[in-house]
């Protein structure tokens, strides 16, 4: 299992509000499809700048979070206790029917990092190294 969004460790947001609206595009239920199948994520606009997520029987919050010119999100864990936060990028394909996150790795943007603008400097002096991310979760509407 892939678990993308099951792996939250961060304190805050990347970014303190949404940088961009929420793209509706983006809304509806996805299956992932590489590397493994099956998995749903069901994506649903809370408004004009935030979504809803549900995800492996977890309720996540997520919102746009661009930095370092990449199409960034953050997304809290609702029901973790602690409701930390991850964040991934994403990529939709032109016919809007595939979608591709990536989290950002914690071994690039260690999970003691406890300032926003040291998180934020880290990706932008990271934005070209090939670990920053994950291994990529395919999905398709």
Known sequence: ???????CHYDFALTDTPTRAADSRLAGTWTLVEPEQGERMDVRLYDDRNYVIAYNGDLYRAFHSEVAGLPLISAQNLNDRER??????????????CLTIRAVRTEVVPATTRDRAAVVKLIEANRENPTLFGEAGVYTK
Do not use: N, V
């Open 1 to 7: 299992m892939l678990l993308l969004l099951a792996a």
């Open 84 to 97: 930390k936060w991850i964040y991934f990028t994403w990529q939709l394909s032109e016919d809007g029917r």
